[in-house]
């Protein structure tokens, strides 16, 4: 059976890189990717022949470059016999590059392939960037037309879990206070400065009960990482990351169900969750770290119980406990997760492999999970209605 | 029908922020809430309702559907008021939205009116009213 491994990484510091039109110098999204594979693949020790598939996140529409995988094939001049294609599927976008990289693998298309993803939004006023984002997160015509924004629904989720198993508003926001602790050690996050409770749960309201702190800063990044074959990861002498699980669920419902559900049982987290577990041969008590894609604090919580990472109601008290920072019984978003590592949305989960992959390879520096050698990604979209799980595991 | 109760109609002066699109399928279902009246879609096969009102049962797939009057009648699952939204919205800052389970066994997501002195909370009791705008109706809810 042939498997998948991250053999080589690299991104920059996500902040904001994208300036306004009006301004004489700009940013250029093509020279920041070329500079990153060539990074990444240094990174990796691998020759430019051996890559034949490139899997790359679509760009935010504020990309002037249009048909942005075909267009690097040619400004790297990377003749392909795999794939070259882009992935979308909102939050879930890099992921997907991440999974069809890997599938070029598994099927034999190719020994070497690159998955990587450009998001550059900064250029655009949030108010002006949701005019867009409103369009995304539900029907457009019976939906949209009553204000609901993406992380409205997010904001829904911490109400009826409040009210179900008496989490508080502190609890809840110790999450944040956590990732910006552990973005404080991550050179690649965006906002590194300590933070206090009392800081969180003062910031001004942003979708009630959350504030600012608690839903997800905006910023541009990019990352690229090279995925091999388990063979010529071996056969490379450098440690590696090897994909050792994945699973995938859509529950078949967008942002809501119309009929009734339990709508913070993130189920498609739970389905994805357990097949990649089955497939891993492992269990959640088995893992030493996960990096979940949560745009806001309730939503690791939520993602967390829902991949076994906590009981049921108890996520938001775990994390309040200390049990899921650095150190603690299961570190969650040790990069410093969506609210503080940053949220280049269409990049965003490349940026938790690439944390993973530096955990796993021992490279995290001071957060470094000591002896860590199993670690999960998840990825969502919607109202975590579609989930895709990975099972990474260190290989040295 | 007997026993539906017609919604409570309450003009705003002023156009709808992010106007709904209407088809010839959904056009019998604004034309009814303008009127005040809420219906959706029911399978002719399965009986399941939809919402929105859709020309295909999506739980059998069975392609005749028929109009069928709802209760404007549930309660209140979640909520939030939004504070930061997009620049259509801007002039109505905060304002707030809502996920209500109907009695009929629907959940629908909607704008919600605010009632002076009451604080929205979850299961608490609403019925759903239109908001006239001077282009067309939107679904909302209010505390009951
Ligand atoms: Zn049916």
Known sequence: MRRAAILGTAAVPVRKYQRKASEPIQTVEHEMIARLVVEAMQDAQVEKSEVNAIVCAHPRPYTKQKYFSTFMAHYLRLPCSGVVMETMGNGMTAALAFDKACDEILLGRAEVALAFGVNMEMSVTSAEHMKDSVRATGDVDFHSPSGLIPISWYAMDAVRYMHEYGATRAQLASVAVKNRAHAALNPLAQYRAPITLDEVLAQRPIVEPLGLYEVPPRGDGAACLVIVSEARAKASGLPYVLVRGRGFFHEGAHQISEVPNDMIRFVAAETAGRLAYEAAGIGPGDLDLAELYAPCTIVEVLAGEALGLAPRGQGAAAAAAGETRLGGRIPISTSGGLTSRGHPSYATPLYGMVELAEQLRGRAGARQVEDAELGLSSNELGNYNAALVHVLEARR | ?144
């Open chain 2, 1 to 144: 029908m007997s026993g539906i109760e017609e919604m409570e109609r309450i003009d705003v002066d002023r156009v709808r922020s992010y106007p709904p699109r209407t088809s010839e399928f959904t056009q019998p279902f604004w034309e009814a809430l303008a009127a005040g009246r809420l219906q959706t879609t029911r399978c002719a096969a399965c009986g399941a309702l939809s919402f929105p009102p859709k020309p295909v049962c999506p739980h059998c797939w069975h392609g005749e559907v028929r109009w069928t009057p709802l209760q404007p009648l549930g309660r209140l699952y979640s909520w939030t008021r939004v504070h930061a939204g997009p620049e259509m919205f801007a002039a109505e800052l905060p304002y707030e939205v809502g996920i209500v389970d109907l009695d009929a066994g629907l959940r629908l997501a909607l704008r919600l009116v605010a009632v002076p002195g009451r604080e929205f909370a979850p299961d608490m009791p609403v019925r759903l009213v239109v908001l006239r705008f001077r282009d067309g109706p939107l679904l909302a809810a209010m505390l009951r």
